[in-house]
């Protein structure tokens, strides 16, 4: 799951009133026919499924076989290819799509969030984990093994979902939606940390990940699992009624005789026993219960009920299409039947929000702005103290006392995070020796180690850090959200795809000027294609998420495709790692920032304004669409060119912003502050990865996930139990 899709619950929770629903008889003419029309569509993929393999067995033998004519089923070689293959995965293929649309449409409901996906509830990051553990600790090797421990692992990170929302607050969607992304985020931060270090176990985990059918061999799994898939879709339509009741708000479905508490339990067992089957038969097949869900509701209107059914049939129509393509666009291979879901899903997605249909569903483009009870209380209970005024002449500079007092002491911090990351390694220079080693004193050899070695690092660090928490800082102003970051329009994903294309094009890596060039493309297509931004921010977030799923698929097949050691060793930037970065990457960069930052500081007097409304912002003779056009081009440089160092490192871009604007106050935009945190916050997280196991070094980019999974639910979570 990305952060723009609990921005997006966030705004959605803020507001639980709901559009009133169609008429009945209207909305019966317009389900029927979809109804009608998605089971045709069904008959007729199931039976392509069976029609198309490997073998040289045709529609007409599939036909005998089905329907033993003249003694077809005695014919051993149809029994295997049919009986034993064909029919078990096609089976398959239906009830994992129907189980992921289920999950999609009832996450959504109970969200209130139509871009929530099965991945939500931390499912494929729990089943991920338990599948890295069972290779890299227990060495398992069986099919059989890696289902029990998909099923598991899945389990176990619903389990600390629920009990994360359930804790405080009667497990309202909000926790949920934040203990799913937290979970999601330290478990999928773990499994980098399994792989990393094991070339066996992420060998294993390249293929398994791309989610695939094609090790449905037999009834044997299929047997196993389907007890589990049957309680979790009649838990999921007993729950339709209550879901109906509680889109009306909380206080009306008790009147109504109805438990929230509940019913956002009984959804939440549905969805993990639906997805988590899902994923230990297929893989985790992403975007699906997203896809899913927006077909039907686009479809069949905002009832739970034949939301629910639809998205079920459209699950299964889906995934069962994907898979007969994922057959035969490559042979005599397989193509991931989860990037084949992605090319089909992303464009469809994008028709679908943008056409007509979405304002008669209650899907505007607008979404309320965060408000910050915390900055509010602050202004209003104490003065803000008086700026510092320094004049000479006719010249005089404002200078706030609280940012110049936070900028200072971030600086010393950084002085200390990079005198610390200098002395972090092998050698056995102490504190006071590596410290002067920096500023370049003391014995030649310490000079060497800490400025030919380490200090390169260092800097390239420095500069990333920097231009994430800026870019981060001018998102999360421009959207007034402070869950926007740059991955909202598909910024890093693109930049991380267009820096592996570089390495295929030219087979050597170091390309980071790909980085900030597919960053660009990323956000023009995305900007082109939802027809602008500034009120149409529910449009840009849709076809954001749409474009991180292509470019997902991409690199995950850019990935798969390489041999182990190339593979290896470009996971490892694909994590996020500073590993053989130096001065001559990190230079451009600096460069960039010297540019940026200065335009970034002229650019946030103006972004000020913006937090009021846009007359108001014009009358005070700011033009809110410049404003806003030189911020988001702003922010995608940066975050591309930073992604060009150090791949795509993960809650850099939403801490620092957070965590600058405590220290500097509400008054003020922390552009300064947020780039000086974002450098700490890379040394200091690139310095624990290096030392936290000897002689393994972990990237920053999952040192950073790790940690952030709990800074994200303190960050949000930890205000007397109100996450808004």
């Known amino acids: 799951m990305t952060l723009s899709q609990v921005g997006t619950a966030e705004a959605a929770d803020a507001d639980p009133s709901v559009p009133a629903p169609p008429s009945a008889g ?317 090319l089909i899903g992303a464009p469809t997605l994008i028709a679908i929000v943008r056409s007509r249909k979405m304002a008669a569903l209650g899907m505007t483009d607008t979404a309320p702005a965060e408000t910050s009870g915390r900055a509010d209380r602050s202004t209003q209970d104490a003065p803000p103290r008086p700026d510092l005024v320094f004049r000479r002449g006719a010249l005089s500079v404002l200078l706030p006392r609280r940012s110049a007092l936070a900028a200072l002491g971030l600086a010393a911090v950084l002085l200390a995070a990079v005198t610390v990351s200098a002395h972090a390694g092998q050698s056995e220079l102490d504190l006071g020796r590596t410290f002067q080693a920096v500023f370049g004193y003391g014995d030649r050899l310490d000079v060497l180690l800490v400025q030919k070695f380490r200090l390169g690092r260092i800097v390239a660090g420095l500069a990333a850090g920097a231009a994430l928490g800026l870019a981060g800082c001018l998102t999360q102003t421009l959207a007034r959200n402070r869950l926007a970051t740059p991955e909202l329009l598909g910024v890093n994903d693109g930049a991380t795809a267009a820096v592996l294309i570089s390495v295929t094009a030219s087979g050597a890596f170091g390309a980071w000027w790909a980085g900030p060039i597919g960053a660009l493309v990323a956000v023009a297509v995305v900007t082109l294609v939802s027809g602008g931004l500034g009120a149409r921010g529910y449009r840009v977030l849709v076809v954001g998420l749409a474009m991180s799923a292509l470019a997902s698929a991409v690199i995950q097949v850019a990935l798969a495709r390489r041999s182990l050691n190339s593979a290896s060793s470009l996971y490892v930037w694909t994590s996020g790692s500073l590993n053989g970065r130096d001065y001559e990457v990190a230079t451009p960069v600096l460069i960039g920032l010297a540019v940026l930052v200065p335009l970034a500081l002229v650019v946030a007097r103006r972004l000020a304004v913006l937090r009021f409304d846009d007359n108001v912002a014009s009358s005070l003779g700011v033009d809110p669409g410049r404003v806003r056009l030189a911020c988001l081009l702003l922010a995608v440089a940066l975050a591309g060119l930073a992604v060009g160092i150090c791949g795509p490192v993960g809650f850099v871009a939403l801490a620092a912003p957070v965590i600058a604007g405590r220290l500097a106050g509400p008054a003020r935009v922390p552009v300064l502050g947020s780039a000086l945190v974002g450098a700490v916050l890379i040394v200091l997280a690139d310095t624990l990865g290096r030392v936290l196991i000897d002689g393994i070094e972990i990237p920053v980019g999952i040192v950073t996930t790790v940690l952030g999974g709990p800074f994200l639910l303190w960050v949000l979570l930890g205000r007397k139990g109100n996450p808004a």
């Open 26 to 342: 209207g909305d019966r003419r317009r389900t029927w026919p979809a109804v009608g029309g998605i089971l045709a569509a069904l008959l007729a993929l199931t039976a392509l499924s069976l029609s198309v393999g490997a073998g040289e067995v045709g529609p007409g033998r599939v036909l005998d076989y089905l329907l033993d004519t003249g003694g077809a089923r005695s014919d051993s070689h149809l029994a295997l290819v049919v009986g034993d293959l064909r029919l078990p995965r096609t089976l398959t293929a239906l009830l994992v799509g129907a189980a992921l649309g289920v999950a999609g449409a009832q996450l959504q409901a109970v969200t209130r969030n139509p871009l929530a996906e099965t991945g939500l509830l931390g499912v494929n990051a729990g089943a991920s984990l338990g599948v890295v553990l069972g290779i890299a600790v227990l060495g398992v090797q069986t099919s059989y093994a890696y289902l029990a421990l998909a099923f598991g692992g899945a389990v176990l990170a619903s389990g600390l979902v629920l009990a994360i929302a359930g804790s405080r607050g009667g497990g309202s969607p909000m926790r949920l939606v934040l203990g799913g992304s937290a979970v999601g985020a330290t478990f999928g931060g773990l499994t980098g940390v399994l792989i990393v270090n094991s070339p066996e176990a992420y060998d294993r985990y390249r293929v398994w990940v791309l989610g695939s059918l094609a090790g449905v061999e037999g009834w044997t799994t299929l047997r196993q699992l389907a007890p589990v898939l049957g309680v979790g879709f009649v838990v999921a339509l007993l729950t339709t009624r209550p879901l109906s009741a509680l889109a009306l708000g909380d206080d009306l479905a008790r009147g109504l005789g109805h438990r929230p508490g509940a019913t956002r339990a009984a959804v939440a067992l549905a969805v993990t026993l639906l997805t988590a089957s899902a994923v230990a038969l297929a893989g985790p097949v992403s975007f699906l219960g997203l896809l899913a869900g927006f077909l039907a509701r686009a479809a069949a209107g905002p009832r739970v009920g034949r939301l629910t059914v639809l998205a079920g049939l459209v699950g299964a129509a889906v995934l069962t299409g994907s898979d007969v393509l994922a057959r035969v666009v490559a042979r005599p291979f397989e193509a991931p039947v989860s990037v084949i879901v992605a």
